[in-house]
């Protein structure tokens, strides 16, 4: 199982950022996905996950409006898109398959200030 996220990056407060993880290694189609991030000194909070059967969707009451999860079963990908970005969305972003065990990314990080 191999999960690849894409850059993060820099970006002003009430900017927008998308991520990407690529999956390998698995039946992408079979599984629920996730975002989680994970900020020094805080715990890991899950984002956004979603269904591999129905598309279904969870976010975080942090990020819900603000934040959207999407996935591409034909590409293996899943996607993150930021808007309205905060200071407190600064963090190290994961994209993480669930389960025993569970498999994440290698992270990427996020920050968001002027």
């Known amino acids: 199982v191999q999960l690849v996220e894409s850059r993060g990056g820099l970006v002003q407060p009430g900017g927008s950022l998308r991520l990407s993880c690529a999956a390998s290694?698995?039946?992408?189609?079979?599984?629920?996905m996730t975002w989680y991030r994970q900020t020094p000194g805080k715990e890991r909070e899950m984002v956004a996950g979603?269904?591999?059967?129905?598309?279904?969707?969870y976010y975080a009451d942090s990020v819900k409006g603000r934040f959207t999860i999407s996935r591409d079963n034909a590409k293996n990908m899943v996607y993150l898109q930021m808007n309205s970005l905060k200071p407190e969305d600064t963090a190290v972003y994961y994209c993480?398959?669930?389960?025993?065990?569970?498999?994440w990314g290698q992270g990427c990080q996020v920050t968001v200030s002027s």
């Open positions: 993480v398959r669930p389960g025993t065990p569970a498999y």
């Open positions: 290694g698995f039946t992408f189609s079979n599984y629920y």
């Open positions: 979603i269904s591999s059967a129905d598309g279904s969707m």
